[in-house]
């Protein structure tokens, strides 16, 4: 971990853990010097080692990438750095709430409290860091003439879709209108009643097939498998895209000569859109609503997990094993869409609309796939620290996620729903281990 105490805030952040292949993600001193890239360390760190971590975040979070293969600072490498200097860079990193929070998981997990309290008041007058406003310059992208697109590879588009025809129609219309025309669409289709009609005239080459079981991860395995294509587009039925969707994925690919072009998500619901997602930065996630990958991948480490099916993070455990096994992964802020997340029909009519919020009362919260995913990468002591970080805030209802509202509420509902929450985790856990247990060799 780049600094220890980011456990208590991103447990299971992709970065934590130290791929087969570093492109350097977190660049030295030096490497930033050549690129003209100008930071300024902060000399308000005791440690040396701590300057040299915390300029290296900023040039991540500020969309710093080395289109070269050139190993940067080993942010993976454990060393104990001064309880000053961790709180430093949470203050310069999250809101103020969270250092409270870390100070409080601090002193109960029996670590000594007159350093904890002392190391927490030095540094309160810190204003939390907006890399929004230092972005790295991408040179000469906007003239970059791709040999990529130039070659014409074809393009295998895979959409699982569930009762979503309205929708759908407005997908393809999208489509239709690509400046980029080599691609092919595979849908599987899992409505009932099917409609077949829905499918003729459409200006593409269109292969789909009726699945009867409702199993989104079958369907993208089984579409992947047939895909005529080099490269693969994940892509959602219920999102809208510009005209250069596809082109500006290639062009991405081709540019960075990276092997995944992530594509950013606009959400119509939900939490407020992260400010990187303006610029170019390396991918922390994996988005299977949108995202451009070498069909190649999936035969060197694997298809979609189908443990994760009618549950969540299926998409977020393929990322981290793409990341892992030293694929490399840009988040492209040219290929976005519109993500409607609509009430009916995918993935929320088979399960619940995110992994921390069960439909039911006695339901396992959260879903056992996230931390089947935790334990499995992260362990099972990471994951306690996702579980006291996630689960008060699960107790907001999805639409008022990341607004004051949500937070009052929070407050009001915590005492009262406690041991309800408890058996949830219970239940959650259990299932979990028998994830773990029953996970192919």
Sequence with gaps: MIFNFIKYHSPIWYFNLKPTKDYGYFPTENQLEQAGFNLK?????????????????NAFQSGFINKEYEAGVDIWQKVNLPIEDEYLFLRKNYHSAWVIYTLIIRLFTFHNPFKEVKAFFKNTKVKREDYSTQVFEVQNYKDFKSDLINENPLISVVIPTLNRYQYLKDVFKDLENQTYKNFEVIVVDQTEPFQEDFYKEWKFDLIYWFQPEKALWKARNEAIKSAKGDYVLLYDDDSLVDSNWIEEHLKCLDYFQADLSSG???SVVGAEIPKHYSYFRWSDQLDTGNVLLKKEIFYKIGFFDLQFEKQRMGDGEYGLRCYLNGFKNISNYKAKRIHLKVSQGGLRQMGSWDGWRPKKLFGPRPVPSVLYLSRKYFGNSITRYLLAKEIIPSLVPYKYK??????VVIFLLTLFVLPLVFIQVYLSWNAASKMLKSQKP
Excluded: M
């Excluded at 308000?44 to 300029?55: A, F, G, T, V």
């Excluded at 990341?402 to 937070?407: A, F």
């Design 41 to 57: 360390i902060d000399h308000r760190y005791l440690s040396n080692e701590s300057k040299i971590r915390d300029l290296s975040w």
């Design 264 to 266: 950013v998500s606009l």
């Design 402 to 407: 990341g607004s004051k509202v949500g937070k």
